[in-house]
């Protein structure tokens, strides 16, 4: 299962061509359209910026404890202790609940 949330601004700011934002975004759409897969957009309007300070993943396994990467403006970290986990996983659940579903 994948969930991501998306800002807004990924919708408007153009990386390439608009053909390769138009197939980017495609994707995407289809992505969100299976069963194991969320997309949320995490609207301007929700005047949120704990998704500002850089991109992260978490990754869940029922057999091992949770690790995040968290990325930086030179190089990214993987964090796998509960505590280090905690913080993306914090700032993921804000993301999310201001992310409107569909």
């Known amino acids: 299962m994948v969930?991501?949330?998306l800002d807004e601004?990924?919708?408007y700011r153009l990386v390439g061509?608009?053909?390769v934002a138009r197939a980017q975004l495609t994707h995407l759409a289809g992505l969100g359209d299976t069963e194991n897969v969320f997309i949320q957009i995490l609207p301007l309007a929700a005047m949120l910026t704990t998704g500002l300070l850089g991109g992260f993943t978490i990754a869940h396994s029922p057999e091992r404890p949770d690790a995040a990467f968290v990325d930086g403006p030179v190089n990214g970290k993987m964090w796998?202790?509960?505590a280090e986990v905690e913080t993306p996983r914090l700032r993921f659940q804000k993301c999310r609940?201001?992310?409107p579903r569909r």
């Open 97 to 99: 609940g201001g992310a």
């Open 17 to 19: 061509s608009e053909d």
């Open 3 to 5: 969930w991501a949330v």
């Open 9 to 11: 601004t990924i919708l």
């Open 80 to 82: 796998d202790t509960r």
